[in-house]
């Protein structure tokens, strides 16, 4: 009797071992088909695996989810069909870039705008310790600067592990050209504080100073 029940549990326990183990094959196998998918932009594929229950907020290796890898690449209309399926647009890779702070940081303001309309966080932050406003005006991306810079609640002071805010940003590593001036007045205008210095004590004023970009310098100006 004793190994008529030792067979029966034994069998149980193998049946549901194998049947756990093709389970989790079965899913590795979904994650890896629908990440491919949204590397090759294919809409409809990706469409009809979230409607058949696919998890949106899937991860690669480097646990860039569904969205980040469609913001990497600019995929719009990707990106749409997965913030539709109750994407994460806060989700962090292990770089800790997310959807919506590389959307800032790349310029892509229609995906800024829409990862703003869901769920957008302001207290989620890049490697630097940096928001999606900081390297937005680093690079010179003026569309995304006003977007972000007039949103409401944005902390357009927010200072970075190197100690320095959007504006300072602008300021060091801008070129002084006409769209860095026009980022500055756009911080200006939205009430960014033009005297935080760095961790050297140097204003972003004194630095435009140094750098002698004049116009700048007269937008700085008490």
């Given at each position: 009797m004793k190994t008529i029940l030792f067979l029966l549990i034994f069998t149980a326990t193998t049946f549901s071992y194998h049947s756990t183990t093709k389970e989790n094959e079965m899913s590795i196998q979904q994650e890896k088909n629908i990440i491919n998918l949204v590397i090759k932009n294919d809409v409809q594929s990706v469409k009809k695996m979230l409607e058949n229950g696919a998890e949106v907020n899937t991860e690669d290796n480097n646990k860039r989810s569904l969205l980040l890898?469609?913001?990497?690449?600019?995929?719009?209309?990707?990106?749409r069909l997965l913030v539709k399926h109750g994407a994460d647009?806060?989700?962090?890779?292990?770089?800790?870039?997310?959807?919506?702070?590389?959307a800032g940081a790349s310029g892509q303001t229609e995906l800024v705008r829409l990862f703003?309309?869901?769920?957008?966080?302001?207290?989620v932050f890049n490697r630097y310790y940096g928001s999606a406003l900081i390297p937005a005006c680093e690079r010179g991306h003026?569309?995304?600067?006003?977007?972000?810079?007039?949103?409401?609640?944005?902390?357009?002071?927010?200072?970075?592990?190197?100690?320095?805010?959007?504006?300072?940003?602008?300021?060091i590593l801008g070129d002084g050209s006409k769209k860095y001036q026009q980022i500055v007045q756009?911080?200006?205008?939205?009430?960014?504080?033009?005297?935080?210095?760095?961790?050297?004590?140097?204003?972003?004023?004194?630095?435009?100073?140094?750098?002698g970009f004049k116009e700048i310098v007269d937008l700085l100006k008490p």
């Open positions: 890898i469609a913001t990497n690449k600019g995929y719009y209309a990707m990106a647009v806060n989700q962090q890779a292990v770089n800790l870039d997310s959807p919506f702070l590389y703003l309309e869901n769920g957008a966080k302001f207290d003026v569309e995304t600067v006003r977007l972000l810079a007039n949103t409401k609640n944005y902390p357009i002071d927010h200072i970075n592990r190197l100690g320095w805010t959007a504006l300072m940003e602008a300021v756009i911080l200006k205008e939205a009430g960014a504080k033009p005297d935080i210095p760095d961790h050297d004590g140097v204003t972003p004023l004194q630095h435009a100073q140094k750098r």
